[in-house]
Nanobody, 126 residues
Framework: QVQLVESGGGSVQAGGSLRLSCAASGSIGGTYFMGWFRQAPGKEREGVAVIATAGGRTYYADSVKGRATISQDNGKNTLYLQMNTLKPDDTAMYYC???????????????????WGQGTQVTVSS
């Protein structure tokens, strides 16, 4: 199993930026993908950005393309999500997740991820 702890959320005005961090511990070497997901009240959890732990290929939701950058620091076992030009629609609880198995289908599908953090709240005001 992998343990994940998110940080970096907060309240920001529209147009602002935030960098989320996710500290990972445990069986990190067994992960195939790491990702960021979000869930707004009354909505389903959705994928924001995913990175392949080997090779670093990235995948982004259309809603954040050009505004978000996912990255990993393997030396620090930390995953990051840089979000720029934030919009009120970005308001949600943001979760870090790890995929411990290789699955077919969309890389942004939450069902392909096995370990989850507790989340960090991002609130964007207009």
């Amino acid at each position: 199993q992998v343990q994940l702890v998110e940080s970096g959320g907060g309240s920001v005005q529209a147009g602002g930026s935030l960098r989320l961090s996710c500290a990972a511990s445990g069986s990190i070497g067994g992960t195939y993908f790491m990702g960021w997901f979000r869930q707004a009240p009354g909505k389903e959890r959705e994928g924001v950005a995913v990175i392949a732990t080997a090779g670093g290929r990235t995948y982004y939701a259309d809603s954040v393309k050009g505004r978000a950058t996912i990255s990993q620091d393997n030396g620090k076992n930390t995953l990051y999500l840089q979000m720029n030009t934030l919009k009120p629609d970005d308001t949600a609880m943001y979760y870090c997740a790890a995929a411990l198995r290789y699955s077919i289908g969309s890389r942004l599908d939450p069902s392909n991820f096995d370990s989850w953090g507790q989340g960090t709240q991002v609130t964007v005001s207009s």
